[in-house]
Structures are given as structure tokens and as C-alpha cells.
């Protein structure tokens, strides 16, 4: 009747001076309570990172920098299996 959950997905992609990656970790315990209906708390984040170098790459338009963003939270949630 207990599970515990975990996951990883992470994705890496360069392509021409575009580089970035996404990963993002899943942590859970389930708690089946009926056999078609189980509830769950786990923690779930994310991390996107990209960066860009060339300045010339589109007329009239630069590309050369980075952007990040982070998430980290909490869930509780209800699965439902028919």
C-alpha cells in the first residue's frame, strides 16, 4: 500500500551557438488506500538554464547572453485509477 516515487528527467541540447539543459528531479510516498484510489506529498523542482553566443546570428537582432530559472515546492495530490 506504500510506494515511494523518484524520478529524474533531464534534457541537454546544443544547436549552431545555442546551448541549454532542463532537469528536473521528482520525489514522492503514495499511499494506496483503496485499490483505485491512492493519495501522495512529494517535493518536485525544476532547473532550465540557456545560453546564447552569437551576435550575428538574425539581422538585426543579437543573441548573446544567458536566462535561468529554478523552482522547488512542494505537492500533495490524489491518484485516481479506473
Known amino acids: 500500500k506504500w510506494f515511494l516515487r523518484q524520478g ?19 520525489f514522492a510516498l503514495e499511499y494506496w488506500a483503496w485499490k483505485h484510489v491512492g493519495f501522495g506529498v512529494g517535493l518536485d523542482s525544476l532547473f532550465v538554464d540557456i545560453e546564447a553566443k552569437d551576435e550575428d546570428a538574425y539581422p538585426g537582432i543579437d543573441f548573446v547572453g544567458s536566462a535561468q530559472f529554478s523552482y522547488f515546492g512542494a505537492q500533495a495530490y490524489v491518484k485516481l485509477y479506473f
Not at 541540447?13 to 539543459?21: A, H, S, T
Open 8 to 26: 529524474i528527467d533531464l534534457l541537454y541540447l546544443e544547436f549552431d551557438n545555442f546551448k541549454g539543459r532542463i532537469l528536473n528531479p521528482q
